[in-house]
């Protein structure tokens, strides 16, 4: 059992450089956490579009006794754009969201964490979160309003409320859980997280050179114009479809379902404001032909706006300087906790049931081995047990899907002018 220390580890090392790059080390591995958990989030149907269980914040609950501001900020931003990378989103409407959330959460968290107090904390790791899930959920309430949903949204904020409350209950518990009984925990605070030879991402001088990758970003951002601009609902429908095709020709995997829950909640948060003529009633609440279109027209924009944003990371594009080498680093150590998962779900397949449900319950002690094995126990770099190349992107031939796609987004508008 390992108690909860207040402030940032510190580990006595003759080298500043190479207890720096410790710290980048931990940052990049914690930020890994969070998109393994972000993952599994994905599999969790959710009544909004825009609502999170908070699954991906457990790991800065996590990093708050181990990182000092300067390396928290990196997390937070890590934790961020390696959701967009890995999902697909990094594009569209909901890295806003993404970001608004963290930005509120991981600073008023961290600040709690600091002045809790040492000998008798004031605010436990599952008030931390309860506290970060209240101001996240303002946050993308706030900008959800700003951008796409407007004053209705707040109508769902009592259940969206309730329901952060409850997740958020759940993940303090489970963090402060694990910082007491987990063996990766106690290790990576008493001796630092890993040796020398996983650091050679963070350590290399290599410059930064655009590669093929960048050619589905550049296309992708001669796309947003028409989109944006569009306003006739026929010929935004039309596109989503074109974006669509073109998100399918890029290999990236996606689920439907986020998209078809976003239109929902899209035509039924317009249609709390009527306006324009009545076409019938459901239940309370008027069907109304302006309400109906509006609804539609943001909804197809925005679901359009995530099909292209899969084909803009399709090539997994790199970034220069330290940002870009962590997130070479997060998604190495990413591969390497999702195989681990892999491998442990398909073990656990073989066994009885009895055994199962023991597995099931020590989900926290599962997790906390793979993480031991991911840190300390493979003898080579994890971007290679994990099978992903650092800044080495999905190389594609000339891009004839975009170059299609660019065509009918900017010929429908003439097409169907004054329609």
Not at 18 to 47: G, H, Q, V
Not at 60 to 71: E, S, V
Not at 214 to 225: D, E, K, R, T, Y
Not at 377 to 401: L, V, Y
């Given at each position: ?24 080390e ?81 600073p ?32 993308q ?24 409350l ?5 993940v ?12 990766w ?7 630092g ?20 990758s ?7 951002l ?40 976003l ?31 509006q ?27 330290t ?53 300390w ?35 429908l ?7």
């Amino acid at each position: 059992m390992t108690s909860l220390p207040s402030t940032p580890m510190n580990h006595d090392d003759s080298s500043g450089q190479d207890t720096a790059k410790n710290r980048l080390e931990l940052t990049a591995f914690l930020a890994a956490i969070s998109l393994f958990c972000s993952s599994l989030e994905l599999l969790i149907p959710k009544p909004l579009p825009f609502f999170r269980l908070g699954l991906a914040n457990l790991p800065l609950l996590i990093g708050l006794p181990l990182l000092g501001w300067k390396d928290y900020l990196w997390l937070m931003l890590l934790k961020t754009l390696g959701q967009g990378l890995v999902n697909g989103t990094l594009f569209s409407f909901q890295i806003a969201l993404s970001a608004a959330s963290t930005l509120a959460s991981g600073p008023l968290m961290r600040l709690l964490w600091m002045i809790r107090g040492q000998k008798k904390p004031w605010i436990s790791p599952i008030g931390i979160s309860i506290c970060g899930a209240i101001s996240s959920n303002i946050a993308q309430l706030a900008v959800a309003q700003m951008l796409f949903f407007g004053p209705s949204i707040w109508l769902v904020a009592p259940p969206l409320f309730a329901l952060g409350l409850a997740t958020s209950l759940l993940v303090g518990l489970a963090a402060s859980a694990f910082m007491r009984s987990s063996i990766w925990y106690a290790r990576v605070h008493s001796e630092g997280l890993l040796p020398s030879r996983y650091s050679r991402e963070l350590s290399t001088d290599r410059k930064w050179k655009p590669n093929r990758s960048i050619i589905p970003v550049i296309m992708g951002l001669a796309m947003l114009p028409p989109l944006f601009l569009q306003q006739n609902a026929g010929v935004q429908t039309l596109s989503m479809a074109a974006c669509l095709l073109l998100a399918l020709s890029s290999g990236r995997k996606f689920r439907p379902m986020p998209p078809l829950l976003l239109v929902f909640s899209m035509l039924f948060l317009s249609l709390l404001q009527p306006s324009g003529e009545i076409l019938f009633h459901w239940g309370i609440i008027q069907i109304t032909r302006d309400a109906l279109i509006q609804g539609w027209s943001k909804a197809m924009l925005l679901v359009s706006l995530i099909y292209v944003s899969l084909y803009m990371t399709s090539g997994r594009p790199s970034l220069p300087g330290t940002a870009g080498k962590l997130i070479s680093t997060q998604l190495s150590y990413f591969g390497q906790l999702s195989g681990g998962w892999t491998s442990r779900g398909k073990d656990s397949s073989k066994t009885n049931s009895s055994h199962r449900k023991k597995t099931y319950m020590s989900l926290l002690k599962t997790i906390d081995t793979i993480l031991c094995e991911a840190s300390w126990e493979s003898e080579e770099s994890p971007a290679a047990a994990s099978g992903i190349t650092a800044h080495a992107g999905k190389t594609s031939g000339f891009p004839i899907a975009a170059v299609l796609t660019i065509l009918v987004l900017y010929t429908l508008p003439v097409i169907f002018r004054g329609i």
